[in-house]
């Protein structure tokens, strides 16, 4: 169970009672807010997508969404988000509880600017019913971010 990996990663360094672990579904950004009770753009939502046949991670805001042209001139290429299908067996976690923390290995974790904006985020923690409150220094820290780029857009 992927949660298991990621209270195991946190472990290590003493976060690992951070975790909140919810009733209800935070598969997505309005229901991770409700469970949380914090607002939608504070959801540290991972997306997942492959970059020349490589996995990549993005947290974005749970406000904006992929800037196709954004995406493109970043990394020269289109977006291609992976399958439903594929998302677990690549990266680690399944959908609804992608997260940076314990993945598998090779894959580049990207933060996206529009997070920059706030003093703590949620992602998730493994699980479609869970995450962990962090800071952005902390984020950073735990994340292994490869850097920070600006790739999103506010959802219209």
Known sequence: MSI??????FKKYGMDGRILEFEVSSATVELAAKAVGTAPERIAKTMSFTVEEQPILILL???VKIDNPKYKAEFHTKA???S???VEAIIGHGVGGVCPFGINEGIDVYL???LKR???VFPAAGSA???IELTIEELERYSNFKK?????KTIA
């Open 4 to 9: 298991e990996r990621v209270k195991e990663y």
């Open 61 to 63: 805001a749970g406000d």
């Open 80 to 82: 291609k988000m992976l």
């Open 84 to 86: 439903f299908d594929e």
């Open 112 to 114: 996206d600017e529009s």
């Open 118 to 120: 706030f003093e703590t």
């Open 129 to 131: 019913n869970s995450a």
């Open 148 to 152: 920070w780029i600006d790739v999103s």
